[in-house]
């Protein structure tokens, strides 16, 4: 976009614009380019310009500012044409009214608040259309746009909204309105950046429309009456209201996750807080057909608290999300293996709106952790390039350099330090101070570790060289960090361990050091493939180091069974392990040769133990692939299939249709996808496709039959495997582009009856 003057009504709340213009021959071509901040909707002769959702996407916009360019030739005509957009804020000027996050009472006071990016919401066009005879018209945002105040009167990022029908004009939209009432555009002087990228990540789209089903409704008053409408499934959506009434009655919409023992919806966040999200709408004379547009709500169920006078007609939710793009597929005649696998993608859905939110409904917080814990099962499911892209782009924009500072309790300033990538990528309400007895929830290796870590899964699934170029540099200054926190023991200490961890066994530094050696080795292999020779030796030589004293002071003799294990370093008073004080050092290969096999018994043991997994998000997805690895698909499938907590079935079981936050009934939150990751498993362990090269140019296929399923299709890009169990003999089918070889491995299948391949 060549065009950079933002235009503005100057009052920082939402507004509309409209420009009017004259075509006096037909349209060759059109095209717009267009950003608004901080959410925008553009229309073009009454049309909606676009079916994207949430535009433009959620950035740092200190750092960069996405735009979106539109073919519009179709929606031009000769004649009298208007151009018009509607803005709301978004994150960009974050509107409190309703509910909005706050940190917990166990935290210390944040010093570092949110800081608005402007004075007020802002919008950047450029039209050229293209005559019949090549002619070019080329117009602009300055002051020939005409902006009025919008009837949404407060628009919350957190989903709640003011919206009053009474002010809005009907017809603004289109080009034969009189806006001679609207006043002139301002020219906005105080734009965070010029770096305007166009919008990299895939659009939020509508994927489903859910019609709401009236379940009960209650008297709160003798004038007021709540409905309750259940939509029958957890998600993030655009709610739709249509009801009628008398001019001035208020409507007020409150959605939740789940219903209280009254059957009445329920917003508190167990332990935490309660998500007061409401949509409050004011009737006018016409019939009311309310659609949200400039934030979206999270939940299940609504209630719809209006007068009697008033009776709502429909209630319904456009489910949307930015991964609507599939690569892969999994079902089989085990209902409850099913009822899994659409539990956790419907979850990574609802978290995916142009940045992986931790939850649709607390904090909406762009937590980096699961762009790579989560990257394999997300990928497998979902096409990944553009979105991963995007978080890249994030991480490179938040990356600290040795100037950037914030406060400390006593106004100090403090400087979190040189390549640091924050533990969220854009991160709007920072929060750096440690929380005594946790430590710091804003520089944390497995957080950080994205930039590299995430890369690395990305060029496995995607053999793109280009993105570990651009993200090289990003990877080693973030090392260099790293290495400056290292402990006098060796150790990263200052994170939060295996977080989630139901028996709270954290094990830190075991944890984060993992890390830091998976960062290092990855940047190895980053080197070598661009040919970085010098750099290459010296991370050979830091890795060296990490490992000789992760096991010179971590791989110790269990006194009980005298076998090598590592013991958990931050329990000096007891000789003790984890699974993933085991699965960590095996699966990034930190584990000395003589010592594997102990070291595996022991993992073996501890999950035995157990008799679940007992891990948090970061531990677990090592523990479950390396459980597979070492052939224990039958324990994994007999762990996530119990009924109680810790398990995937038990939350299927407790009526959940998304993942909840942490093992356990009625969780804080009910749709986070950090824990996701036995999706993996589903494609790499039941499946058994194994790439053998980035991109799955070479695979084998090695399918596994739990117990209790007979038949199984699975599909991931130009791959798929079939297994049906029929006669006492199992039939498989392998299907596989030309572009992909292929070896067949039936070790597991004969392990129960004949394989017939066809």
């Not at 070019?136 to 909204?161: A, F, M, Q």
Request: with cysteine; aromatic share 12%; proline share 5%.
């Amino acid at each position: 976009m060549n065009h950079r003057i933002w235009i503005t009504d100057g009052s920082g709340k939402p507004f509309r614009a409209r420009r009017t213009f004259n075509i006096d021959q037909p349209v060759k071509k059109a095209v717009l380019h267009i950003t608004g901040l901080g959410q925008y909707v553009p229309y073009m002769n009454g049309r909606e310009i676009t079916s994207a959702k949430l535009l433009p996407g959620w950035t740092d916009y200190r750092k960069y500012i996405e735009y979106n360019t539109f073919d519009v030739t179709d929606l031009i005509h000769e004649g009298k044409n208007v151009l018009c957009a509607e803005l709301a804020n978004g994150w960009y000027i974050m509107d409190n009214t309703g509910y909005t996050f706050k940190f917990p009472e166990f935290m210390p006071p944040n010093p570092n608040p949110y800081r608005p990016f402007g004075s007020a919401l802002v919008l950047l066009y450029e039209l050229t259309v293209t005559l019949e005879d090549n002619t070019v018209i080329t117009l602009c945002s300055d002051e020939n746009t005409k902006v009025h105040s919008s009837p949404t009167l407060h628009s919350n990022v957190y989903g709640s909204e003011v919206y009053d029908q009474r002010t809005d004009e009907n017809e603004w939209l289109s080009s034969t309105f009189n806006d001679n009432d609207w006043k002139q555009a301002f020219i906005a002087d105080d734009i965070p950046s010029d770096n305007l990228v166009k919008q990299i990540e895939p659009e939020i789209r509508v994927i489903e429309h859910l019609e709401g089903k009236y379940l009960t409704s209650f008297e709160t008053d003798e004038n007021t009456v709540r409905d309750i409408y259940d939509f029958g499934r957890n998600t993030s959506a655009l709610l739709n209201i249509s009801a009628e009434g008398k001019s001035g009655d208020v409507l007020k919409i409150y959605p939740a996750e789940k219903l209280d023992e009254k059957s009445d919806v329920d917003q508190a966040a167990k332990n935490w807080c309660t998500v007061d999200t409401v949509i409050t709408i004011a009737l006018g004379e016409e019939p009311l057909d309310y659609h949200e547009k400039f934030s979206y709500i999270a939940g299940r169920y609504i209630a719809v608290e209006h007068p009697k006078t008033c009776s709502v007609l429909t209630a319904s939710m456009d489910a949307i999300t930015s991964a609507w793009k599939k690569d892969g597929s999994f079902t089989s005649d085990d209902e409850r293996i099913n009822a899994i696998y659409r539990m956790i993608e419907r979850t990574v859905e609802a978290n995916m709106m142009s940045v992986h939110t931790d939850c649709p409904t607390i904090e909406r917080f762009a937590w980096q952790e699961p762009n790579h814990l989560m990257a394999p099962a997300i990928m497998f499911m979902k096409d990944g390039r553009d979105l991963w892209k995007k978080f890249f782009a994030d991480i490179r924009a938040a990356q600290h350099t040795a100037e950037d500072k914030f406060k400390d309790l006593p106004g100090n300033d403090f400087y979190p330090g040189d390549g640091l990538i924050p533990s969220q990528c854009p991160c709007y309400i920072p929060n750096v101070l440690p929380v005594p007895g946790m430590g710091s929830f804003y520089d944390i290796i497995p957080w950080g570790s994205t930039g590299i870590l995430g890369v690395q899964w990305y060029y496995r699934f995607y053999n793109d060289p280009e993105v570990v170029k651009e993200n090289y540099d990003t990877g080693m200054r973030y090392l260099k960090h790293l290495l400056s926190k290292v402990s006098e023991d060796g150790f990263i200490n200052h994170g939060l361990g295996d977080w989630g961890n139901p028996d709270q066994f954290l094990a830190r530094e075991n944890v984060e050091t993992a890390f830091l050696y998976a960062d290092t080795t990855a940047l190895m292999e980053f080197a070598e493939l661009l040919g970085k020779e010098e750099d290459y030796k010296e991370l050979r030589k830091q890795a060296k180091e990490i490992k000789a004293n992760y096991n010179a002071k971590l791989l110790q003799k269990n006194p009980k069974t005298g076998r090598m294990c590592y013991r958990a370093f931050d329990h000096q008073d007891e000789f003790a392990a984890s699974q993933a004080c085991e699965a960590l050092p095996l699966y990034f290969g930190l584990v000395p040769e003589e010592y594997m096999e102990d070291v595996k018994e022991t993992f073996i043991d501890t999950l035995k133990e157990k008799g679940c997994f007992a891990a948090g998000e970061v531990g677990l997805p090592y523990i479950i692939d390396t459980a597979r690895d070492i052939g224990l698909n039958d324990l994994i499938h007999q762990f996530i299939l119990k009924e109680e907590h810790p398990s995937y079935y038990a939350f299927i079981l407790d009526g959940e249709t998304s993942l909840g936050e942490y093992w356990e009934h009625n969780p804080r939150s009910h749709a986070h996808d950090m824990m996701g990751h036995i999706i993996e498993w589903y494609y790499r362990g039941i499946a058994g496709i194994h790439p053998k090269t980035s991109g799955f140019t070479e695979v084998e296929i090695m399918p596994y039959l739990p117990e209790g399923m007979t038949e199984f299709s699975c599909t991931y890009r130009d791959i798929s495997v079939t297994v049906k169990e029929k006669d006492s003999r199992i039939h498989l089918t392998v299907r596989c582009s030309q572009n992909v070889k292929y070896n067949i491995n039936t070790t597991y299948l004969e392990q129960r009856n004949p394989v017939v391949i066809e």
